[in-house]
């Protein structure tokens, strides 16, 4: 890889994650239009390792808070149910699974968003990463 094309690769992580909260479609739809290739080349190689493409599932029954530290899971909308260094699997927050967990992918481990909350109050937790593969493996509901 070049300077000029690693430069690129920097500016287009600092763009994302620069607007990545934005509420309106059209300030992402801009950011999509001006790294095409960054987006689909990113979205290929996270495939590649199994990060992403699998079957979107929800999660069932996660418990509120992290189980290694205590904070609650909803708090930055985001868990992973995954496997940490010492093999146990854990439902972590981000700051946990940054220390102690071992990727994201199927058998490895599940990233979690929160997208809302059910009829009966309770999370609704859709994994957006790491998911099963293909239907077969996402078994039964
Ligand atoms: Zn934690």
Not at 11 to 20: K, L, N, P, Y
Not at 22 to 32: E, Q
Not at 93 to 107: D, K, N, R, V
Not at 110 to 120: E, F, M, T
Request: with cysteine; glycine share 14%; hydrophobic share 35%.
């Amino acid at each position: 890889m070049t300077e000029d094309e690693i430069r690129e690769w920097v500016r287009f992580i600092a763009t994302v994650e620069r607007h990545q909260n934005a509420g309106d479609d059209n300030t992402k739809r801009a950011v999509r239009r001006e790294f095409p290739l960054h987006f689909a080349l990113l979205s290929f190689w996270l495939n590649q390792y199994g990060v992403t493409g699998g079957v979107q599932t929800c999660a069932y029954d996660p418990p509120d808070d992290c189980d290694l530290c205590g904070v609650s899971l909803s708090k930055n909308g985001l868990f992973i149910d995954g496997q940490i260094h010492d093999g146990r699997w854990s439902f972590m927050c981000l700051g946990c699974y940054a220390g102690q967990g071992t990727g994201i992918g199927w058998g490895i481990g599940q990233l979690y968003r929160l997208v809302g909350k059910d009829g009966n109050g309770m999370a609704n937790w859709i994994c957006i990463a790491g998911g099963p593969p293909n239907a077969e493996a996402a078994g039964p509901r």
